[in-house]
């Protein structure tokens, strides 16, 4: 069974500060993982997924994560955040080709001004 | 847009009543996924169909239950109703390519019971 778990359910940072968010992940076999972001009132998006080929995989908006097998973790980063970056961020785990999605808790980004 | 739509976007009923939820996939898409987001539990899976047929189910109660028509399209039933099946109730649709699958979401039905 896989598992996901991402540290911090709030994280606020500034405007132009970088943004880190942590997910870490448990799988009996390597994984596929993805990040979605969830703006207020809307559906998930995909921000970036990993799918066994660059370890650093690039998303949109400027977002980028790097697939650690060692740590077991796909931290998501950006080096400058914006105001419009504010939303609930999560990390998700799939086995493979045709199963579900585990999802984590979720990190709400707050960004300041 | 995803290109996945749901209707309806909103629904208010009271318990012990029954609902039903549509899920328009994307063009091509054959696989549909239905998630639960709520408060207390999150993100969860509740069952997945691929071209009509049943393929997986997760923690999906036994007053619930779904279908996929011949048009690809499906619902989800939610029947006897309980203030705790107040939830975003999430479809995401998928072609099934292999490594590069993934999974498109719909913006959600915000069901309340009352």
């Known amino acids: 069974a896989q598992s996901v778990t991402q540290l911090g359910s709030h994280v606020s940072v500034s405007e132009g500060a970088l943004v880190l968010l942590r997910c870490n992940y448990s799988?009996?076999?390597?994984?596929?993982l993805f990040w979605y972001v969830q703006y207020p009132n809307q559906g998930l998006q995909l921000l970036l997924k990993y799918t066994s080929a660059a370890t650093l995989v690039k998303g949109i908006n400027g977002f980028e994560a790097e697939f650690k097998k060692s740590e077991t973790s796909f931290h998501l980063t950006k080096p400058s955040a914006h105001m419009s970056d504010a939303a609930e961020y999560f990390c998700a785990v799939r086995l493979n080709a045709g199963n579900m999605l585990t999802f984590g808790g979720g990190t709400r980004l707050m960004v300041k001004p | 847009d995803s290109g996945v739509t749901q209707t309806p976007k909103h629904l208010i009923t009271a318990t012990g009543q029954r609902v039903t939820l549509r899920c328009s996939p994307r063009s091509g898409d054959l696989s549909v996924y239905w998630y639960q987001q709520s408060l207390d539990q999150g993100l969860q899976f509740l069952i997945h169909?691929?071209?009509?047929?049943?393929?997986a189910k997760g923690n999906i109660l036994e007053r619930f239950s779904a279908q996929q028509f011949p048009d690809l399209h499906s619902e989800l039933n939610l029947s006897s109703l309980e203030l705790g099946d107040s939830a975003l109730y999430f479809c995401a649709s998928s072609v099934n390519s292999g490594d590069q699958e993934t999974q498109y979401f719909g913006p959600g039905t915000r069901l309340l019971v009352l």
């Open positions: 799988s009996s076999v390597p994984p596929y």
């Open positions: 169909y691929y071209n009509g047929e049943e393929r």
